[in-house]
């Protein structure tokens, strides 16, 4: 069977890996497209044994780099989520872990000149239009992965790259409360609908029999709960404007349950079909926001700051993620910006091969 070769580059990026491509070595058709990475990854099998997924949908991201077509920013950074068991292509989300990795990428490619031992590199993400600052380690003009910074989720310690998070209010809804409400009931379920960096419904660990603070294998065997939390998305996802969310990953489903060690609230991430392992970047700052603001189903479950920025510190279920929030709250809870904290690391690179005939010519 005649093969078809496309350039990429295999990264880590924050708790989530992927193939990295310059969008210009891909197809410009979505369908065409949609079908050269479900063949990249191996999409239709639930260990994806014909491509390089992982088997679990934080090994089945895409990352697709090109010069930006915004003036504001150094490099377009489109993302595409890919199903493991199902033959799906998701591109309205955007994932923050995975953008952990396009600063070096972008590097790697050629697209970013290092600029002093540490190099800004301005992001958009074009699938939700958030604008987005990387600060990659560049000791010397030279791209660094080693370090001694370390985040839940991931063995071992790397070069710190910091993320701020700029213009991701409404980013997939254009509300920052999509429903107009601070909490909507569905199926019995109180949960706020909140969209900031990633559309999300939220509700309280407690109201679906829960502590919060089940382990992911624990959550995953709990079928029966997510059927209900299912229902609860997809009657949340119309009411929050976007229509029939059954074969979308978005929105997200969040739990929320009081801290136990230290932190400032305890969550739970779901992607939304599987507990994710750890937390979404994206996510984060949507669990970070709905913990900050008055009214929401956050209410009880901690104190919060009267003003920002602040610390928030989200426990998980594989440690813990901080995101600096910058916000206000003079008349309501107003989001600035949000800053967190990622490392990468370069895994391979080369060509990945997809059969012939389902690039179509490209």
Known sequence: ??????????????????PYFN??????????????????????????IDGIGGGVAVTTKVAMLSPSEDDWADVDYFFAQVSVADRLVDFKPTCGNILAGVGPAAIEMGLITPTGDETEVKIRAVNTGARVVARVQTPGGVLRYDGDT??????GAAAPISL??????????GAFLPTGHLRDRFDGIEVTC???????????????????????AELDANRDFFARMEAVRLKA???MGMGD???SVTPKFGLLAPAKDGGTICTRYFMPWTTHPSMAVTGSQCLASCALTPGTVADGLLERPAQGPANVVLEHASGTIEVLVDFDLTDRFTLNSAGLLRT????ADGQIYVPASVMKGH
């Open 23 to 48: 969008r210009a070595d891909l197809p410009g058709d979505r369908e065409t497209l949609a079908e050269v990475l479900m063949a990249a990854i191996g999409a239709g099998h639930a260990i994806n």
């Open 150 to 155: 370390e985040i839940a989720g991931v063995p």
């Open 164 to 173: 701020s998070f700029m213009g991701v209010v409404g980013s997939s809804t």
């Open 237 to 239: 996802g119309a009411a």
């Open 194 to 216: 909140m969209d900031v960096a990633m559309p999300m419904v939220i509700a309280r660990a407690g109201d679906f029999g829960l502590t919060g603070y089940e382990t992911v």
């Open 245 to 247: 969310v059954s074969q």
């Open 1 to 18: 069977m005649t093969q078809t070769g496309i350039p990429f580059i295999f990264m880590r990026g924050g708790t989530s890996r992927g």
């Open 344 to 347: 990468a690391r370069k895994l």
